[in-house]
Structure formats: structure tokens, C-alpha cells
T-cell receptor, first 113, second 114 residues
Framework: EAQVTQNPRYLITVTGKKLTVTCSQNMNHEYMSWYRQDPGLGLRQIYYSMNVEVTDKGDVPEGYKVSRKEKRNFPLILESPSPNQTSLYFC????????????FGPGTRLTVL | SQQGEEDPQALSIQEGENATMNCSYKTSINNLQWYRQNSGRGLVHLILIRSNEREKHSGRLRVTLDTSKKSSSLLITASRAADTASYFCATDASGYSSASKIIFGSGTRLSIRP
């Protein structure tokens, strides 16, 4: 089954404690992306990757890091989480930016105390 | 930057009626996509319309695109209770320096009354 998986689904942590949210897709997609969703603001792109070893900033990259060492995986790293990073996070993938649709993971609800 | 803006922010209609949502964007695009999200869950793709297309249909969905006005509309006909969800438009950012970004609107919350 074609899917995007994220782990963990729920996470409560404290300020400053490094964390990683994993994302994996099994569709051999080149384009992968991370979004955060906050009430009233829709989805905002954090980082995206056009292919292995190619990543770029979205609209809200501050406080986040990503890596793309393998085509299927695109982890999101918060080196020193802060309360303003409390949000719902989605990973997504797509084959071609201009012709394909995005497939979304189920989301990770992160709370930073 | 907010490329896509949806209108209205919230819409409540009677089951069986049609629902229309609008999306406006700021720069040139290659395509525009509509997504549905059920309360706090992942987004589901509904329809993609390319910049050289003016109208597209998929079941009870009809999407139009007017590139001269930089706007799109999503029409859901004969609404059902299961259509209750938030609807988002998304565009690529070909008019910006970083053309590979994807920008979402803030969404329209649709409620269908029985």
C-alpha cells in the first residue's frame, strides 16, 4: 500500500530537549516536504527536498533541521525545541512538483512544555 | 508569505445544497490543488488543475481556474454530511525566487447541516 508514515504520532517534551520526527514513504517519490499546521494559519511549509542530498527552506524553517540521506526518508529535527513549536506536523511526498499530487502522512502532534 | 487565501473562512449549508469555496493567489503558478482535511487528520488530495486548464471535474467536485484573476473555485454539488471538513488550496511558488516551494491557503471550514 502506498503510504507516508510518521513517528511518533504524539509527543510531549520539554524546552531544549532535542527530538527527531521520522518520515518515510514507499512510493519512490523524489519530492518530500514538512509542514506545520496551526489554528487559523493553514499549513506552512518548513523544509522541502527535491531529491537525495537536496534540501531547501520553506516559509518557516527557523528552529528546524532536515536531512535527506536516502530517497525514502526525510526526518525533521528540532535541536532545541521551544513552546512556539507546539503544533501539528505533517510530512508529505510527491513524484513531480508540477504534475503530481502530494500524499500526506497522518500527522505528529507535538507539545513543547 | 501567504500565496493562497481561501474565502469564506467558514461555511455552513444544508445537506443537499451546493457549496462553493474560493481561493486567490498572488503570483504565477504551474498548478493549483485542492485538499480536504477531516478534523486534525492528514490531508487528502481532491483535484489538481494545471495553469493551462480552466475547469476540471471529479465526481461531485468542480474546480475552475482563472489565471487572469489569480483565483480558483471549488464547487461541491449535492453536499452530504460526509463532506464536513476543512478544504485547502495549494499552489507551487513559480512566481517566487524559490519556485519549488508549495504554499497552502488558510482553508475553508465547511459544515453540512442534516
Amino acid at each position: 500500500e502506498a503510504q507516508v508514515t510518521q513517528n511518533p504520532r504524539y509527543l510531549i517534551t520539554v524546552t531544549g530537549k532535542k527530538l527527531t520526527v521520522t518520515c518515510s514513504q514507499n512510493m519512490n517519490h523524489e519530492y518530500m516536504s514538512w509542514y506545520r499546521q496551526d489554528p487559523g494559519l493553514g499549513l506552512r511549509q518548513i523544509y522541502y527536498s527535491m531529491n537525495v542530498e537536496v534540501t531547501d527552506k520553506g516559509d518557516v524553517p527557523e528552529g528546524y533541521k532536515v536531512s535527506r540521506k536516502e530517497k525514502r526518508n526525510f526526518p525533521l529535527i528540532l535541536e532545541s525545541p521551544s513552546p512556539n513549536q507546539t503544533s501539528l506536523y505533517f510530512c508529505a511526498s510527491m513524484g513531480d512538483l508540477f504534475t503530481d499530487t502530494q500524499y500526506f502522512g497522518p500527522g505528529t502532534r507535538l507539545t513543547v512544555l | 508569505s501567504q500565496q493562497g487565501e481561501e474565502d469564506p473562512q467558514a461555511l455552513s449549508i444544508q445537506e443537499g445544497e451546493n457549496a462553493t469555496m474560493n481561493c486567490s493567489y498572488k503570483t504565477s503558478i504551474n498548478n493549483l490543488q485542492w485538499y480536504r482535511q477531516n478534523s486534525g487528520r492528514g490531508l487528502v488530495h481532491l483535484i489538481l488543475i494545471r495553469s493551462n486548464e480552466r475547469e476540471k471535474h471529479s465526481g461531485r467536485l468542480r474546480v475552475t481556474l482563472d489565471t487572469s484573476k489569480k483565483s480558483s473555485s471549488l464547487l461541491i454539488t449535492a453536499s452530504r454530511a460526509a463532506d464536513t471538513a476543512s478544504y485547502f488550496c495549494a499552489t507551487d511558488a513559480s512566481g517566487y525566487s524559490s519556485a519549488s516551494k508549495i504554499i497552502f491557503g488558510s482553508g475553508t471550514r465547511l459544515s453540512i447541516r442534516p
